[in-house]
């Protein structure tokens, strides 16, 4: 995989997104461009951030339409006029790299009611959520926007659980997803299998690992003595590698929640 992310200076803060608690907010580069956040120094850390980026390149990878992903830097004088004291300590505590996404102005959420997805596409986004054990794309919280025409996939952040604890990730590779029983779209989703198969033969243990190699070493910051970033980096490879190859063992728990349903 060649893509390189760029790299943009925040040049103003806009304005909070409170939708989430990782509190986001809405902000301007030094390219001229608008720029959703999310903050290294919120909620989950540098594990949210990886959860976006990786979460983000895998969806891309298949396919998707995401939003551009930028890293994003934040220096020590940015934030220290803004008059909200949680705010200001958010923006302190993320001085360094963080991870925006390219604002898609007049983009508006999306809606199952008024908006029907063959079954093809609700599989393949129900496939994409299994595989990253995305918690985060429910009826109360969709994670789509409708923007010129077109499904866009947004915030992976609650995705790959298993780093929260760091223990027994190679059990959790190989365990099913049963959170997906909350997938928005499962309803729709008939064509799970077709996905699979599908998706399988596109996301190569190659692309995985070209994937994961853009993550940046200060996001990796929880190594135990002894260990390095390169080390933690090998763990999300292999987990997700794992994972694709056992992808039976979600596929079928997403068919059996789906039957469930209807």
Request: avoid cysteine; aromatic fraction near 10%; glycine fraction near 8%.
């Amino acid at each position: 995989m060649e893509t390189e992310l760029r790299t943009v200076n925040v040049t103003r803060y806009i304005a909070p997104l409170r939708e989430g608690g990782s509190l986001p907010a809405l902000t301007e580069a030094d390219d001229g461009l608008k720029y959703v956040v999310k903050f290294r120094g919120a909620g989950h850390g540098t594990k949210m951030l990886i959860a976006e980026l990786v979460g983000g390149l895998v969806a891309e990878e298949l396919g998707f339409a995401v939003p551009e992903m930028v890293f994003v830097e934040l220096d020590e004088a940015f934030g220290r006029t803004e008059g909200d004291e949680e705010i200001q300590d958010l923006l302190k505590a993320s001085r360094g790299l963080n991870l925006g996404q390219f604002f898609l102005s007049g983009a508006f959420t999306f809606d199952p009611a008024a908006v029907r997805l063959d079954a093809r596409t609700a599989s393949r986004i129900v496939w994409l959520d299994a595989f990253l054990t995305n918690v985060d794309r429910t009826v109360q919280n969709p994670n789509m926007l409708m923007w010129h025409d077109r499904l866009w996939l947004i915030d992976h952040g609650a995705s790959l659980l298993f780093h929260h604890s760091w223990t027994d990730w190679q059990e959790k590779a190989l365990s099913p997803f049963p959170y997906i029983r909350n997938h928005v779209l499962l309803p729709w989703a008939a064509e799970i299998g077709e996905a699979d198969r599908e998706f399988r033969a596109v996301l190569t243990a190659e692309k995985i690992a070209g994937i994961t190699a853009l993550i940046p070493d200060d996001w990796l910051n929880w190594t135990e003595p002894g260990e390095t970033s390169e080390d933690l980096r090998g763990v999300y490879r292999t987990y997700l590698t794992e994972r694709l190859s056992h992808s039976e063992i979600f596929v079928n728990q997403a068919r059996d929640a789906r039957k469930a349903l209807i």
